[in-house]
């Protein structure tokens, strides 16, 4: 079989790129592959060539790989030249329904852009941004997809020596805020109208017919952002390194590191070990929203209008208004979560309300548990908050709401525990563990037991890594 590719990036973006082969990998084995997402894309794949395909051992017929350029604010400091340093886009692909889906691997070698790193990627991490991109996927909130990993056969050096793997990414696209921010930075603003262009084809082809396109498609990924990270904020999702270089314009999430679930809710929680300062902890990140977002906006002002003056203020104009949409958003979120019909002035502060009320317990089993009033004691240590609490909620949400609460709530999450109790087991060789847990969280909304409670007092604070 053949993929029939096709490389709008490379074709209307030159100079944005770079074309460099994948490293060939010399053992490859095939760990996963999704198969439903295979056939969503239209894609009838031969085991044979998806080992060779998605390992880099062999380039597709008809892939062009290409490596592109980014920049980024990370951790709030400005890296001019980032870009793809372990990843190469084979093309794209057209799925049945007209939609178009970058294919990418990730963990295929070394570029250009890779400066001091290796260009690879070990089994867990590539494991982890599959569960957790495929849990995503199937609790509504958009991401990338994974198709596939491979294991390379490679041994890659880490704190120890890891076995290697490269996972193959769809994405709607892999425009970032940093793809704009390479250009901008370098005064290259005919590049920049050229991604906006792009951008607007791709991924908001309404907008081009508009009066002030840039400006539409500025609060066209405000509008996309601000639903996302509601939707993570709802999910207890911390994302971990919010830089501008990982956050998507097609308004997906993607690259998963350091990301986790929050257990027992804490406004401040970090998981990242480097995230010493917590700029990126669960309640900051609508706050990095915003600010991602006018570091975007900083690259788009010369399209916005002629005036300098008048373009900065419509930008501004825009930036001011990030917070109240994500309220909007968040609200929206809250009411499907609480299971409440219809829209009522007090619902943001029922919301509210809780949160201060929850302080401590598990965020995912609350929500579940809302209608049922002894299993929810069970996650208080002070119930005392949640007893005021209660009654409003039962006169807001009335009739039906244990069913309403039971299908807007996942039951299983990626549990740390679980995560690297299966991620451990797969770097050793055993796929059991992470196929049970992959099982579990594709029917978030079924409780298969096993996978629904938090991690045992023994497991301790979780910590995770980047750059792995
Ligand atoms: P990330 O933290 O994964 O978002 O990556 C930030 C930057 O580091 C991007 O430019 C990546 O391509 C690059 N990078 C991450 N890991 C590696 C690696 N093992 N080798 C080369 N470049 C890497
Ligand atoms: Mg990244």
Known sequence: MTISFDHSYARDLPGTYLRVPPDSAPAPRLLLLNQTLADDLGLTLD???????????????????????????????????????????????????????????????????????DGKAAIGPMLREYLISEFMAAAGVPTTRSLAVVATGEQIWRET????????????????VGTFQFFAARGDHDKVKALADYAIARHYPD????????????????????RLIAGWMGLGFIHGVMNTDNMAISGETIDYGPCAFMEGYAPGTVFSSIDHQGRYAYANQPQILGWNLARLAETLVPLLDPDPDRAVDLANDRLTGIAGHYRTEWTRVMRRKLGLFGEDAGDAALADDLMTAMTGADWTLTFRRLADEAALRSLF???RAMEAWLPRWRARAGEGAAQRTAASNPAVVPRNHKVEEALSAATEGEMAPFQALLSA????????????????????????YCGT
Not at 441 to 464: D, M
């Open 47 to 117: 085991p044979a060539d998806v080992v060779r395909w998605f390992s880099g051992a062999e380039v597709p017929p008809g892939a062009d790989p290409i490596v592109q350029a980014y920049a980024g604010h990370q951790f709030g400091g400005f890296s001019p030249q980032l870009g793809d340093g372990r990843a190469h886009l084979l093309g794209e692909v057209l799925a049945p329904g007209g939609q178009r889906f970058d294919i990418q691997l990730k963990g295929s070698g070394r570029t250009p852009f890779s400066r001091g790193g």
């Open 161 to 176: 020596k890891l076995p290697g793997a490269v996972l193959t990414r769809v994405a709607a696209s892999h425009l970032r």
């Open 207 to 226: 907008l081009a017919a508009a009066d002030r396109p840039y400006l539409a498609f500025l609060d066209a990924v405000i509008a996309r952002q601000a």
């Open 381 to 383: 240590e002070d119930f």
């Open 441 to 464: 969280i594709q029917e978030p909304f079924t409780a298969t037991e096993a996978f629904t409670l938090p991690a045992p007092t023994g497991f301790g604070a979780y910590v995770t």
